[in-house]
T-cell receptor, first 112, second 114 residues
Framework: QKEVEQNSGPLSVPEGAIASLNCTYSDRVSQSFFWYRQYSGKSPELIMSIYSNGDKEDGRFTAQLNKASQYVSLLIRDSQPSDSATYLCAVNIRDSSYKLIFGSGTRLLVRP | DADVTQTPRNRITKTGKRIMLECSQTKGHDRMYWYRQDPGLGLRLIYYSFDVKDINKGEISDGYSVSRQAQAKFSLSLESAIPNQTALYFC?????????????FGSGTRLTVV
């Protein structure tokens, strides 16, 4: 079992819809969770971080964390074609070492 | 100037050649990392360093070596390049005192081994 798992997609949504991206992780002691956006050939860009159970909102983005079920999700409201990218979930597997383990990413396509 | 700078941006090299990828940062972070990215496999950790005297292997260190010349510089070497090392390589930094920042990535080096 991979430590951080994501559906590779592509996830296709129409412009203006809500895109829902999911990630599960295997290490119960994980403390920090991140979502990165990566455009093709570019470096990952941090868009959300979350540490506590529940929701965290930042503009059109909402991160949701459920430690009991070991999943973290990212909702993108009012999706725009410019949101089309690969979204990487990253988990700090051992808080003391602060190494991030990345999922393989979900490709999101927003149709105009 | 970028916070994390990688050189070169693109490189084509022949099988068996030694090649060095360089990373420098102005963030003042102690922690630096090298990742490679292959299509469908996400980012995989090669080596990481938590300070100048600390070097640690990641999950795919075979065929690679690193040097931490200073707090700001972390170089990755391929001693004898092989075609399956063709990938996109990223350097990253982090500050554990600032958990909200996650990693700061460089722009990447696209390496092709022919």
């Amino acid at each position: 079992q991979k430590e951080v798992e994501q559906n590779s997609g592509p996830l296709s949504v129409p412009e203006g819809a809500i895109a829902s991206l999911n990630c599960t992780y295997s290490d119960r002691v994980s403390q920090s969770f991140f979502w990165y956006r990566q455009y093709s050939g570019k470096s990952p860009e941090l868009i959300m971080s979350i540490y506590s159970n529940g929701d965290k909102e930042d503009g059109r983005f909402t991160a949701q964390l459920n430690k009991a079920s070991q999943y973290v999700s990212l909702l993108i409201r009012d999706s725009q074609p410019s949101d089309s990218a690969t979204y990487l979930c990253a988990v700090n597997i051992r808080d003391s070492s602060y190494k991030l383990i990345f999922g393989s990413g979900t490709r999101l396509l927003v149709r105009p | 100037d970028a916070d994390v700078t990688q050189t070169p941006r693109n490189r084509i090299t022949k099988t068996g050649k030694r090649i060095m990828l360089e990373c420098s940062q102005t963030k003042g972070h102690d922690r630096m990392y090298w990742y490679r990215q292959d299509p469908g496999l996400g980012l995989r950790l090669i080596y990481y360093s938590f300070d100048v005297k600390d070097i640690n292997k990641g999950e795919i260190s075979d065929g690679y070596s690193v040097s931490r010349q200073a707090q700001a510089k972390f170089s990755l070497s391929l001693e004898s390049a092989i075609p399956n090392q063709t990938a996109l390589y990223f350097c990253a930094t982090s500050d554990p005192a600032d958990r909200g920042d996650g990693y700061t990535f460089g722009s990447g080096t696209r390496l092709t081994v022919v």
